[in-house]
């Protein structure tokens, strides 16, 4: 690129190498929401780290996070998707792409329902109504399901 300016020319050389391409899509939009929402902090208060862990379990939701917005809820393949788009080292420090094993993610899933799902969904909805500054003239949570079953009397033979 060639700059004219009174008396003599510059030349601007920009010399960029690119080492890696990820193709991140979507992801580092939801992870600014997941951390601006301190969802793996809030977790992390309710399900205390175990030291045998590298990935604690609010970091572990956001990786579960993350897999399934991006289409794939194969717990084996979470660990080779996020190394694919470059976010393994975005999550934590240290953490390596061999720790996303599905015998971790698994054991996530199984600690977040023994812990109350709906403990944990409840923190982490009071949080958001506390960063988004959400007015609440009530506040009436029921995270209940109700099945219905069985034969009714107008229902067809």
């Known amino acids: 690129m060639m700059l004219s300016g009174g008396d003599y020319d510059r030349r601007c050389i920009i010399a960029i190498v690119v080492q890696q391409i990820h193709p991140v899509a979507h992801l580092p939009l939801v992870f600014g929401v997941l951390r601006r929402l301190e969802v793996a902090t809030v977790i992390d208060r309710l399900i205390l780290p175990h030291p045998a862990y590298v990935l604690s379990c609010g970091r572990g939701v ?12 194969a717990l084996y ?7 694919e788009r470059g976010m393994v080292a975005l999550l934590q420090p240290g953490l390596r792409r061999a720790s996303l094993h599905d015998y971790r993610l698994g054991h996530i899933v199984d600690t977040l329902f ?7 969904f409840s923190a982490v909805a009071l949080k958001a109504l506390e960063v988004y500054v959400i ?4 506040l009436h949570q029921d ?6 079953y069985g034969a009714y009397e107008d229902a067809p033979p």
């Open 62 to 73: 956001e990786v579960l996070v993350f897999a399934i917005l991006d289409g794939d809820h």
């Open 77 to 83: 393949m979470v660990g080779k998707l996020l190394a």
């Open 114 to 120: 023994a812990t109350n799902l709906h403990k944990v």
């Open 135 to 138: 007015p609440m003239p009530w």
């Open 143 to 148: 995270t209940t399901t109700i099945a219905l």
